[in-house]
Nanobody, 127 residues
């Protein structure tokens, strides 16, 4: 069983930056793909970014490409999401997710594809 704890959310002005962290425990971190999703009230949880088990490949939603960067430190069992040039429509609860790596990223933009979730951290971007 993997436990995930996000941190780093907060209130920031448009154009600013935040760095989210997600600390994992209870599993073999380096064997998991890691992802970030976000959700606003009344809407479905949406994919933001994911990174392969070894950090070699990363994938992003079109809405964040070029502004957000996902990374991981397997020695620290932590995945990060660096968010730059934030916009008001980035406001959401951001969730960290983990799933055993199976050699493919197919389907991993769907929340149902992921086994483990954190409790979420609120990011609010003011205009």
């Amino acid at each position: 069983q993997v436990q995930l704890v996000e941190s780093g959310g907060g209130l920031v002005q448009a154009g600013g930056s935040l760095r989210l962290s997600c600390a994992a425990s209870g599993g073999t971190f380096s064997s998991y793909a890691m992802g970030w999703f976000r959700q606003v009230p009344g809407k479905e949880r949406e994919f933001v970014a994911l990174i392969t088990w070894n950090g070699v490949m990363a994938y992003y939603a079109d809405s964040v490409k070029g502004r957000f960067t996902i990374s991981r430190d397997n020695a620290k069992n932590t995945v990060y999401l660096q968010m730059n040039s934030l916009r008001p429509d980035d406001t959401a609860v951001y969730y960290c997710a983990a799933d055993p790596w199976t050699g493919t990223v197919e389907g991993r933009t769907r929340p149902s594809r992921w086994d483990y979730w954190g409790q979420g951290t609120q990011v609010t971007v003011s205009s």
